[in-house]
C-alpha cells in the first residue's frame, strides 16, 4: 500500500461516449504520430488516442498527445483581431477586413520608405505544409522581401547545412525501420525518452528484440544515457574532436570500408590528413573523453556490420552545429553506413512540421528544395507561378538569427512573426527585448493573444489551431501524414492559410498569382513542382485519401510508384480507411549510393576543431546547458495552458550538482539566482547527480528564465545559435521574493 494507507482509491476512467473518430496527425514534435479524435453525438471533442494501425507511433502517444484534444478552448486564446497605434496603449477590438488592410499598408509603406527588404516575415515549424507553401509564395512572390525566414533556424538549421554540405540535399536519409536493424546505434546529444518518447519507444523495442550497443555522447547524464551501454560526457561543444579522434583511429586501424569510400565518395586524402592531428591522446584532453574509451567506441562502431547515428539539439545548437553534423556524416560514409538498413546520419527534427518548412516554405530558397542561386530553379518556379523571375533574389537574405541584429541597425524597420514567440524562444533576451522597442510596425499571428511577443505588437491576428485546420506534416522520417479538419476555427480566428490567401489578395499591384483556397488545392499544386528527373522531395504520388489510407508515406513516393501500388491492391482510389494500406514510399535515401551533389558522390569534409565556446572561468565557473522536459513544448504557449502538462512541470528549475551546492550552501528546493554575462534568472534548484560539478542544466520552455543567460553565438554555416555552451554562476536569493516571481510565474 501507498503511505501506509489500507484502502487505495481505486483508479476510475470517466465514460466517454464517442460517436465518430476524426483522423489527425500530433502537432507537437517531430515524430509524427497518427492521432484519432473522438466526437461525441453532439460534435463535441470528448477525447483523443494513438491511432493503433499507424506505423510510426502503432497506438501510444506521449503525455503531450494524450491531452492534445484539450488545446481547442484553451485559456488565452485569440478570438478577434486586435490593432493599436503604438505597442504602449491598449488594443482595440477590430475585424479581419480592417486589420489585413492595414497590415497590408503598413508593409507597403515601409517598403516604399525603406526599401523591399526593410520589411521581414519569421515563420515556424509548426504551420501545416500547405500553409507554409502558400505563405512562401506570398514572401516571396508578392511581397517581395528577401529576409524571410522560420524560427527552425534555432532548432534544426545546423541539420539542413551539413546534409547540404555533405550529400548535395536536405532531407534526413534514414528512417525509424533502421532501429529493426542496426547493431549499434550511437546518439549524439539527443534524448529521446523526454525529446521525443514515442521514437524512444520504437527504439526500446528494436533494443527488446535483439540486442546491440548504444552508446549516448551527452555532458549531462540524461535518461538516455541512463539507460546506455556506454556514456560519454564529453566536453560541451566538443563533439568534432570525439569523432575526428574516433575517425583517426578507424584510418589507423583499417577499419573504414575502402570499397564504399572508392565507389561513392569524394575527398578522402583530405580527411585522412586532418584526423591525422587527432590522436586519442591528444583529443582526450580537448573532448573530456579518455583515448581506451575513444579506441573502443570507434572499432565497436566500425567493426559493426551496420551502425547509425541519430543527434538532436546537443549537436545542433552550436557554434560548431553545422560541422558536428558533416562530421556525423563523415563518419557514416567512411563506414558505408549511408543508404543501408540500419546504417544512416538521422538526424531528430525538432519541431512537427520543421521538415515541412524545410521542404516547402521558400525560406532558405524555393519550393521543393530549389535554389535561390540556380537560375533554372528560379525560371522553374516563376513560370509555374505565372510572374517574372527577375522579381526573386538570386541568393537568400537573412536568416532569422540575423534579423533581429539588423533591427538593432535600423535595416529592418518592420516584422510579421507567424506562430513563433521570440521572446521566449531567442538567446540573449536583453538584446532581443531591446530590439523589439525598435521596430516602426509589429503584426503578430498566433492561437493565442497572451503570447509574450503580443506585447509588442500593432496589429494582432489571431489563428486557427492543429485540427480546426486540414493539411499535411512531413515527420522526422519524411513521412508525410494528415490532419482532417476536426472543428470550425474557434470564435473569429481563422486558419493560417485563409489569412495567407486574404494577404495575397492585397499585393496584386505587384503580381497576380493563383492561390488555391483550400489546403487540398496547395497541396496539388505542391505535387506538380515535385515532379522531375533526379529529384528526391517527389510526392506526386500522394493524395489526401492515399495518405490517410497509409496512415502516412515517406517521400519520395511518384505517380509511378503510386500506380504499382494501385494495381497491386487492386483498388482506385476510393480506399477502405478501416484498413492500413501499403502505399510505403523509399524508406531511405541513397540507397544505390547516388548523392545530390555535381558528381553524384558524396562530400568527405575535413573539420578543423577551433575552441569558440564561452568556457567556465574564475568569475562565471558553470556551464549552463539548456533543452526540453517530457511535459512541456516549446515556449509552453500550448502546454502551459493543459492541466496536467503544467501540474507536473509548473515552474522553472535547475538541475545543480550535490557538491557543488554544499560550497556555495544551497539547498534543495531553494531558490538561487543565475548570472551570465547577459543577465539572470531565478530558478528553483534540483539538486541531482545528472550534471558534473561544474554544471547547470535548466529547461528552455518557461519565459524570462534560461534565454536570459545564453549567449547565442552563431555556426557560421547555419546560423544556428549555440544555446549549450554559455558559462555562469550561481548566487542566493532573498527567497520571498524569489517565491513572489514564481508565483507570477505559474499563473500563465
Avoid at 318 to 338: A, E, K, W
Avoid at 385 to 396: A, C, V
Wanted: proline residues 5%.
Amino acid at each position: 500500500m501507498i503511505f501506509g494507507r489500507t484502502n487505495r482509491k481505486p483508479i476510475s476512467i470517466p465514460s466517454k461516449e464517442v460517436k465518430e473518430w476524426k483522423y489527425t496527425t500530433c502537432n507537437y514534435c517531430s515524430t509524427g504520430c497518427a492521432i484519432e479524435i473522438g466526437l461525441n453525438d453532439k460534435g463535441k471533442i470528448v477525447t483523443s488516442r494513438g491511432h493503433a494501425g499507424a506505423d510510426v507511433n502503432r497506438g501510444k502517444l506521449c503525455i503531450k498527445g494524450l491531452l492534445e484534444h484539450e488545446l481547442f478552448d484553451s485559456p488565452g486564446r485569440g478570438t478577434m483581431p486586435l490593432m493599436r497605434e503604438k505597442a504602449h496603449l491598449p488594443f482595440q477590438p477590430s475585424n479581419w477586413d480592417a486589420a489585413l488592410n492595414k497590415t497590408a499598408a503598413k508593409i507597403k509603406e515601409i517598403q516604399d520608405k525603406y526599401g523591399r527588404d526593410s520589411f521581414a516575415i519569421v515563420s515556424t515549424g509548426q504551420l501545416l505544409t500547405e500553409e507554409f507553401y502558400t505563405l512562401g509564395k506570398l514572401v516571396r512572390g508578392q511581397i517581395g522581401s528577401n529576409n524571410y525566414d522560420g524560427n527552425t533556424t534555432l532548432c534544426m538549421a545546423s541539420a539542413v547545412s551539413g546534409y547540404k554540405r555533405s550529400f548535395g540535399s536536405d532531407g534526413p536519409p534514414g528512417c525509424y525501420d533502421d532501429f529493426e536493424h542496426t547493431h549499434c546505434f550511437m546518439a549524439f546529444g539527443s534524448n529521446l525518452p523526454e525529446q521525443h518518447p514515442i521514437i524512444y519507444w520504437r527504439l526500446k523495442e528494436a533494443l527488446e528484440k535483439r540486442k546491440f550497443p548504444l552508446i549516448v555522447v551527452d555532458p549531462r547524464v540524461t535518461m538516455l544515457a541512463q539507460f546506455s551501454d556506454i556514456h560519454l560526457p564529453i566536453t560541451p561543444g566538443t563533439d568534432t574532436v570525439l569523432i575526428n579522434a574516433m575517425m583517426h583511429v578507424i584510418f589507423k586501424e583499417g577499419l573504414e570500408d575502402k570499397d564504399y569510400i572508392a565507389q561513392h565518395t569524394q575527398g578522402i586524402d583530405a580527411l585522412r590528413a586532418l584526423v591525422a592531428d587527432y590522436d586519442p591522446v591528444t583529443a582526450q584532453h580537448v573532448c573530456g573523453i579518455d583515448e581506451d574509451r575513444i579506441r573502443t567506441v570507434a572499432r565497436i562502431y566500425a567493426k559493426a556490420p551496420t551502425a547509425m547515428s541519430i543527434w538532436t539539439m546537443g549537436i545542433n545548437q552550436s557554434t560548431h552545429g553545422s560541422d558536428g553534423v558533416v562530421d556525423i556524416n563523415n563518419l557514416n560514409l567512411i563506414t558505408g553506413n549511408i543508404g543501408i538498413p540500419g546504417g544512416t546520419s538521422l538526424s531528430i527534427t525538432g519541431q512537427c512540421n520543421a521538415m515541412g518548412t524545410r521542404e516547402w516554405s521558400s525560406c532558405s530558397g524555393l519550393p521543393g528544395y530549389r535554389a535561390l542561386e540556380k537560375e533554372k530553379d528560379r525560371k522553374v518556379v516563376a513560370d509555374f507561378w505565372g510572374i517574372d523571375e527577375s522579381f526573386f533574389p538570386t541568393k537568400r537574405g537573412l536568416a532569422q538569427t540575423d534579423i533581429f541584429p539588423a533591427i538593432e541597425t535600423g535595416e529592418i524597420k518592420g516584422l510579421w512573426l507567424i506562430a513563433t514567440n521570440p521572446m521566449t524562444s531567442m538567446a540573449n533576451q536583453p538584446r532581443i527585448r531591446k530590439a523589439m522597442e525598435n521596430l516602426e510596425f509589429l503584426v503578430v499571428q498566433d492561437v493565442y493573444e497572451d503570447v509574450e511577443t503580443n506585447q509588442y505588437a500593432h496589429v494582432f491576428l489571431p489563428a486557427a489551431v492543429w485540427a480546426e485546420k486540414e493539411g499535411c506534416h512531413t515527420n522526422t522520417e519524411r513521412r508525410v501524414n494528415l490532419t482532417r479538419n476536426v472543428l470550425p476555427a474557434y470564435a473569429d480566428s481563422k486558419p493560417d492559410l485563409w489569412i495567407f490567401n486574404q494577404m495575397a489578395k492585397r499585393f496584386t499591384d505587384r503580381n497576380t498569382i493563383h492561390f488555391p483556397e483550400t489546403a487540398e488545392g496547395a497541396f496539388e499544386e505542391m505535387k506538380i513542382l515535385s515532379k522531375g528527373e533526379g529529384r528526391t522531395l517527389d510526392i506526386s504520388g500522394m493524395s489526401y485519401d492515399r495518405i490517410e489510407a497509409a496512415r502516412g508515406i515517406q517521400w519520395p513516393y511518384s505517380e509511378a510508384q503510386a500506380q504499382a501500388d494501385t494495381e497491386k491492391i487492386g483498388q482506385s482510389n476510393a480506399f477502405d480507411m478501416k484498413l492500413r494500406l501499403p502505399f510505403d514510399g523509399d524508406r531511405r535515401l541513397y540507397t544505390d549510393g547516388v548523392f545530390q551533389t555535381p558528381t553524384g558522390r558524396a562530400n568527405l569534409i575535413p573539420v578543423r576543431f577551433v575552441n569558440n565556446n564561452e568556457c567556465p572561468d574564475t568569475e562565471y565557473p558553470f556551464w549552463l546547458n539548456s533543452g526540453r522536459v517530457v511535459e512541456h513544448f516549446h515556449t509552453r504557449t500550448r502546454t502551459g495552458k493543459i492541466g496536467n502538462c503544467n501540474k507536473f512541470s509548473p515552474t522553472p528549475y535547475m538541475e545543480m550538482n550535490p557538491d557543488a551546492a554544499e560550497k556555495l550552501g544551497i539547498e534543495h528546493q531553494s531558490y538561487v539566482r543565475v548570472v551570465s554575462r547577459r543577465g539572470d534568472a531565478v530558478v528553483m534548484v534540483q539538486l541531482t547527480q545528472r550534471v558534473g560539478s561544474d554544471m547547470l542544466f535548466i529547461p528552455f520552455h518557461f519565459h524570462d528564465c534560461v534565454n536570459r543567460l545564453t549567449l547565442g553565438l552563431l555556426d557560421p554555416h547555419s546560423r544556428q545559435p549555440a544555446f549549450k555552451q554559455n558559462a555562469a554562476r550561481v548566487e542566493k536569493v532573498d527567497q520571498a521574493e524569489a517565491a513572489r516571481l514564481n508565483l507570477e510565474r505559474r499563473a500563465f
